[in-house]
């Protein structure tokens, strides 16, 4: 049996359900993306209905969205979006707008700013869990009914959105259950924040963040799963053909029905040393 770091990309839907694109570069997969969700805006609205989705901060440039809205007239009136996450200050408050790591202001840059006016999203329709209100989100999501598509990736500790392996030993089935909250970010978390977003600056990353739990996360119909960075490549192995278990919150995707999973090149090539790794270990 192969271990699961080992197995190469053409063989990933041998060892998964799920459905892979395997994709050249990150561009490649954020036009992909737009081009997914302006259709599906497009095929809601036909039936006048709206588009549901949970989006995150981070691994996907929304640009290509926005720019091909512009280009074939897409409204986002009926577009309403959930963000995974957002920071929190020492006391529980949410962060400040001008904050340089505020998601509010992230999508409002790489998002809302870059539609034409009469295609704009409603600010209402953005909606961060509110560490002052955490019954917020709950409530919109409760109005506006059933997610329609889930978007996001894992980071290097298995994290989804902010659910980060639990300190404490925990069953499969209380952490699927877990909700909205405000959490402390792991080490592991902040670090890999810092790589990526701070240039190693570790002091601004604010100290808490609210998250959508897993149960908000796994309620969506669909999962689509981005991978593009070079830690990737262990990292979806680990998660998407690993065992299910709290430990490596992702893994817990593997009890959704319907997943989609998008991979770069440089993400689908195998770790080095997998070849030294045997099942079980």
């Known amino acids: 049996m192969t271990h699961y770091y ?6 990933f839907s041998l060892h998964s359900p799920f459905k892979f694109n395997l994709l050249k570069t990150h561009d490649d997969l954020c036009q992909l993306f737009a081009r997914e969700l302006v259709d599906l805006i497009k095929k809601n609205t036909t039936k006048g209905e709206m588009t549901k989705v949970i989006l995150p901060v981070g691994p996907l440039d929304y640009r290509a969205f926005a720019e091909l809205c512009n280009q074939e007239r897409v ?22 707008v001008d904050h340089p790591l505020s998601f509010r202001a992230f999508y409002q840059r790489n998002l809302l700013d870059l539609l034409e006016s009469d295609l704009k999203l409603p600010p209402e329709q953005l ?3 509110d560490p ?7 409530q ?3 109005q506006y009914g059933p997610i329609d598509i889930c978007y996001g990736g894992f980071g290097i500790n298995g994290h989804f959105a902010f659910n980060s392996p639990p ?18 970010p792991r080490e592991g978390d902040i670090v890999q924040m810092a790589i990526g ?6 002091e601004i990353i604010p100290p808490k963040a609210a998250t959508l739990g897993m149960k908000e ?7 689509h799963l981005t991978f593009m960075r070079s830690w990737h490549a262990g990292v979806l192995r680990r998660g998407l053909f690993g065992p299910v278990t709290a430990s490596f919150p992702g893994s817990l995707v593997q009890l959704h029905p319907n997943v989609t999973v998008s991979v770069t090149e440089i993400a689908a090539q195998v770790p080095p040393f997998s070849i030294l790794q045997s099942p079980g270990k």
């Open 6 to 11: 080992a197995i190469r990309p053409e063989e």
């Open 75 to 96: 409204s986002c009136e009926s577009l309403v979006v959930f963000s995974m996450d957002e920071y929190a200050n020492a006391d529980g408050s949410a962060v400040s």
């Open 127 to 129: 909606i961060l869990p």
């Open 132 to 138: 002052e209100n955490l019954d917020l989100v709950r």
């Open 140 to 142: 919109k999501m409760d």
């Open 167 to 184: 300190l404490e030993e925990t069953d499969v089935e209380t952490f699927k259950n877990t909700s909205i909250r405000i959490v402390q």
């Open 197 to 202: 977003g701070t240039a190693g600056n570790l």
């Open 217 to 223: 996360l796994l309620s969506a119909k669909q999962m």
